[in-house]
Antibody, heavy 120, light 107 residues
Framework: QVQVVESGGGVVQPGGSLTLSCAASGFTFSSFGMHWVRQAPGKGLEWVTFIQFDGGNKHYADSVKGRFSVSRDNSRSTLHLQMDSLRPEDTAVYYC?????????????WGQGTLVTVSS | AIRMTQSPSSLSASPGDRVTITCRASQDIGSYLAWYQQKPGKAPKLLMYAASYLQSGFSSRFSGRGSGTDFTLTVTDLQSEDFATYYCQQYYSYPRSFGQGTTLEIK
């Protein structure tokens, strides 16, 4: 069955950096787009970024553009999110999520999330 | 950016009731709409896609309608497992956007 497992969350100071990873299994990773979606404590879902199946196209939310960078390693079925210049408002559970296609439609599978806390 | 607005933000209902949640897009998104269900402490799950297609594993008590800017999610004969938070999301364009969520609570 489809499984995506996030790692790399933790506590980081404002202005710091953190890299999240997502290990995928149970599907042909190289054939599907992937997303990161976050959820601040007690709040709703916020879409963060999408990367196309081959890494050729990437899209970002305005709130993270220029600070976050998404990448993927199809040989290792792994997705990454490099987060720089972190702010307290970036504090959230970050979900790795599988797209329903190669080019970007709905999200059909979600990981359990990893918590990122930005605090001094 | 497309703004998605859900109403109501919360809803109290009893088992056996029929409820409807509304999602409105700030511009025409065709049928490029998905619904997700999230229970406390858990990841969201895809409930519906293309506005009216039910994801495998969910009861036919759930139905979705709409196109353009106005969409609805209806749940009939509410069961205990249906009490959760529901989000709509447009995938018509980037950046993707979610509604603020509707929490369905037991009355």
């Amino acid at each position: 069955q489809v499984q995506v497992v996030e790692s790399g969350g933790g506590v980081v100071q404002p202005g710091g950096s953190l890299t999240l990873s997502c290990a995928a299994s149970g599907f042909t990773f190289s054939s599907f787009g992937m997303h990161w979606v976050r959820q601040a404590p007690g709040k709703g879902l916020e879409w963060v970024t999408f990367i196309q199946f081959d890494g050729g196209n990437k899209h970002y939310a305005d709130s993270v553009k220029g600070r976050f960078s998404v990448s993927r390693d199809n040989s290792r079925s792994t997705l990454h999110l490099q987060m720089d210049s972190l702010r307290p408002e970036d504090t959230a559970v970050y979900y790795c999520a599988k797209d329903g296609s190669d080019y970007g439609v709905w999200i059909d599978s979600w990981g359990q999330g990893t918590l990122v806390t930005v605090s001094s | 950016a497309i703004r998605m607005t859900q109403s109501p933000s919360s809803l109290s209902a009893s088992p056996g009731d029929r409820v409807t949640i509304t999602c409105r897009a700030s511009q025409d998104i065709g049928s490029y709409l998905a619904w997700y269900q999230q229970k406390p402490g858990k990841a969201p799950k895809l409930l519906m896609y293309a506005a009216s297609y039910l994801q495998s594993g969910f009861s036919s008590r759930f139905s979705g309608r709409g196109s353009g800017t106005d969409f609805t999610l209806t749940v009939t004969d509410l069961q205990s497992e249906d009490f959760a938070t529901y989000y709509c999301q447009q995938y018509y364009s980037y950046p993707r956007s979610f509604g603020q969520g509707t929490t369905l609570e037991i009355k």
